[in-house]
């Protein structure tokens, strides 16, 4: 990650295979923090990127949302 601060949800979404829109729901159901604001500007972090990683992890491994919460 280049940035100490952390990366926009576009970029959080490419690291990840993650779209902007199941980020936002994963944060909307309580899966994932919400990012640090920057301004009116989310920015995730590595632990942000490492939860995302071990959502779609488990999902491969067939665990529902329900049940990675």
Same mark, same amino acid.
């Given at each position: ?24 729901? @994963? !944060? ?5 923090? %919400?990012? !640090? ?6 920015? @995730?972090?590595?632990? %942000? ?21």
């Amino acid at each position: 990650m280049a940035e100490a601060e952390g990366v926009r949800i576009e970029a959080a979404a490419q690291l990840s295979g993650f779209s902007t829109r199941n980020i936002r729901a @994963y !944060q909307s159901q309580g899966l994932l923090p %919400h990012p !640090q604001l920057d301004g009116r500007v989310g920015r @995730y972090d590595e632990a %942000h990127l490492a939860r995302l990683r071990a959502i779609g992890r488990l999902q491969a491994q067939g665990f529902s949302l329900a049940g990675i919460k």
